[in-house]
């Protein structure tokens, strides 16, 4: 009785099969997909079990489950599998020149700061929590779908009454784009996965999150301190210098 052959063609399959479910763990975990999907493979473990053993019956009833299931988990965990595929898609940065190309036919204006510094240094004052997404290149349109539309040019009496505690829109992001215009409020940014420290809130965790998938620059208001953060491609600056904020944003906004 020889040993099963073990190629290198194997040796790669194993490899590509488990950095998926390491994917797949990273992009679930905190949530409850993980305890779905360790269920789908006891499902289809049992199918293929109950397939070699010539079980036609009970065969057959598993294999109409799983059909009819992988339907149901494409319609359930649609927003998380499209922005699973856009996190792949950011990180392949040789590949940028393709949003270039999308993205070029819009005119865009170059971003009016001053309300945005006003506000936020009001709101550092006060400590008022804020959360503030301005738009880069990368389209953000499943973050603004999830919001309520404002359709409103930037001011900072709108900014200060959206982040007002007690304002019915004062949870979740603002979502600034390319023409100066809120086109959102009340949005949910993906939380960050990866290890950060443990004082940072909800808002500096959302902010983190979203800067790692796309190339927005977003700027957090502590409630808890009043410090002003600016998050842009993963990196945080943490408590900004109020006097040094204007010109720290506009740097940010210049960086491609």
Same mark, same amino acid.
């Given at each position: 009785?020889? !040993?099963?052959? !073990?190629?290198?063609?194997?040796?790669?399959?194993?490899?590509?099969?488990?950095?998926?479910?390491? /994917?797949?763990?990273?992009?679930?975990? /905190?949530?409850?997909?993980?305890?779905? !999907?360790?269920?789908?493979?006891? $499902?289809?473990?049992?199918?293929?079990?109950?397939?070699?053993?010539?079980?036609?019956?009970?065969?057959?009833?598993?294999?109409?489950?799983? #059909?009819?299931?992988? *339907?149901?988990?494409?319609?359930?965990?649609?927003?998380?599998?499209?922005?699973?595929?856009?996190?792949? /898609?950011?990180?392949?940065?040789?590949?940028? %020149?393709?949003?270039?190309? !999308?993205?070029?036919?819009?005119?865009?204006?170059?971003?009016?700061? #001053?309300?945005?510094?006003?506000?936020?240094?009001?709101?550092?004052? #006060?400590?008022?929590?804020?959360?503030?997404?301005?738009?880069?290149?990368?389209?953000?349109? %499943?973050?603004?779908? +999830? +919001?309520?539309?404002?359709?409103?040019?930037? &001011?900072?009496?709108?900014?200060?009454?959206?982040? %007002?505690?007690?304002?019915?829109?004062?949870? +979740?992001?603002?979502?600034?784009?390319?023409?100066?215009?809120?086109?959102?409020?009340?949005?949910?940014?993906?939380?960050?996965?990866?290890?950060?420290?443990?004082?940072?809130?909800?808002?500096?965790?959302?902010?983190?999150?979203? #800067?790692?998938?796309?190339?927005? $620059?977003?700027?957090? $208001?502590?409630?808890?301190?009043? +410090?002003? &953060?600016?998050?842009?491609?993963?990196?945080?600056?943490?408590? *900004?210098?109020?006097?040094?904020?204007?010109?720290?944003?506009?740097? &940010?906004?210049?960086?491609?």
């Amino acid at each position: 009785m020889g !040993f099963i052959p !073990f190629t290198l063609i194997d040796f790669i399959d194993i490899f590509l099969v488990a950095t998926l479910m390491y /994917g797949i763990y990273r992009a679930t975990k /905190g949530t409850n997909a993980p305890y779905i !999907f360790f269920g789908i493979i006891t $499902v289809v473990v049992l199918w293929m079990t109950v397939k070699a053993l010539n079980m036609e019956l009970l065969s057959s009833i598993l294999g109409q489950i799983i #059909s009819v299931g992988i *339907i149901a988990l494409i319609i359930i965990f649609q927003p998380e599998i499209r922005r699973f595929l856009q996190l792949i /898609g950011m990180r392949q940065k040789e590949f940028d %020149f393709i949003a270039r190309v !999308f993205s070029s036919s819009r005119k865009r204006e170059e971003i009016n700061t #001053s309300p945005i510094v006003s506000a936020c240094l009001d709101m550092s004052e #006060s400590k008022t929590g804020a959360l503030i997404v301005v738009q880069g290149r990368d389209d953000l349109q %499943f973050i603004i779908e +999830g +919001g309520i539309a404002i359709n409103a040019n930037i &001011s900072v009496s709108l900014l200060k009454n959206i982040f %007002f505690k007690n304002a019915p829109l004062h949870d +979740g992001a603002v979502v600034v784009d390319g023409n100066n215009r809120i086109v959102a409020a009340k949005c949910i940014l993906p939380v960050t996965q990866s290890n950060v420290p443990k004082d940072y809130g909800t808002r500096h965790r959302a902010a983190i999150g979203l #800067s790692e998938i796309t190339d927005a $620059v977003v700027i957090v $208001v502590s409630e808890e301190s009043g +410090g002003i &953060s600016i998050v842009k491609g993963g990196q945080i600056k943490h408590n *900004i210098d109020p006097q040094k904020f204007a010109g720290v944003l506009k740097r &940010s906004l210049m960086q491609k």
